[in-house]
T-cell receptor, first 112, second 111 residues
Framework: DGGITQSPKYLFRKEGQNVTLSCEQNLNHDAMYWYRQDPGQGLRLIYY???????QKGDIAEGYSVSREKKESFPLTVTSAQKNPTAFYLCASSNLRGNTIYFGEGSWLTVV | GENVEQHPSTLSVQEGDSAVIKCTYSDSASNYFPWYKQELGKGPQLIIDIRSNVGEKKDQRIAVTLNKTAKHFSLHITETQPEDSAVYFCAPMDSNYQLIWGAGTKLIIKP
């Protein structure tokens, strides 16, 4: 089946640790995105990438980093610099800028 | 930048009745207007979208209407069913091709 796979579904992070969320798509989409969603809120853009080896900061990039070494993969690292990382993280992709965006099932990150 | 407001924040309707959610935006250059449905603990799913050259689009029980002059678009769900219970988001695309998300509307279908 074509789609976007995020892993892990649930992740716990200790204070001061970096963690990486995985996102893989087999839709052959050029653009990929990472969003953060806090309870009862809308989505906020962290980073996006329109092409391999290129990515742009979104509205809340501080404390996060990404890479885009392969078209199908766009991992997100939540660094220790992110002071309030507990949230629901959503990966998405689209075939062209301005076209429909499709989402993965999300990853829950909790700081313990 | 784009400013998006979505109303109401919570909507409770009797099963079988209609539901309408409204989204207003500020960027007159916006030309793509999707609605997403999000079930608890899952990613948003596109349910219907419309582009600025069309005033209305319908897909079975779901429709979207667009008023570009007034800068608002609305989601209409007819003959509501229990499985329509979810949070609905509007996300107009701004002139930089980014989706700008509303805060969401929690739709409750009462049996």
């Amino acid at each position: 089946d074509g789609g976007i796979t995020q892993s892990p579904k649930y992740l716990f992070r200790k204070e001061g640790q970096n963690v990486t969320l995985s996102c893989e798509q087999n839709l052959n989409h050029d653009a990929m995105y990472w969003y953060r969603q806090d309870p009862g809120q809308g989505l906020r853009l962290i980073y996006y990438s329109q092409i391999v080896n290129d990515f742009q900061k979104g509205d809340i990039a501080e404390g996060y980093s990404v890479s885009r070494e392969k078209k199908e993969s766009f991992p997100l690292t939540v660094t220790s610099a992110q002071k309030n990382p507990t949230a629901f993280y959503l990966c998405a992709s689209s075939n062209l800028r301005g076209n429909t965006i499709y989402f993965g099932e999300g990853s829950w990150l909790t700081v313990v | 930048g784009e400013n998006v407001e979505q109303h109401p924040s919570t909507l409770s309707v009797q099963e079988g009745d209609s539901a309408v959610i409204k989204c207003t935006y500020s960027d007159s250059a916006s030309n793509y207007f999707p609605w997403y449905k999000q079930e608890l603990g899952k990613g948003p799913q596109l349910i219907i979208d419309i582009r600025s050259n069309v005033g209305e689009k319908k897909d079975q029980r779901i429709a979207v209407t667009l008023n570009k002059t007034a800068k608002h678009f609305s989601l209409h769900i007819t003959e509501t069913q229990p499985e329509d219970s979810a949070v609905y988001f509007c996300a107009p695309m701004d002139s930089n091709y980014q989706l700008i998300w509303g805060a969401g509307t929690k739709l409750i279908i009462k049996p």
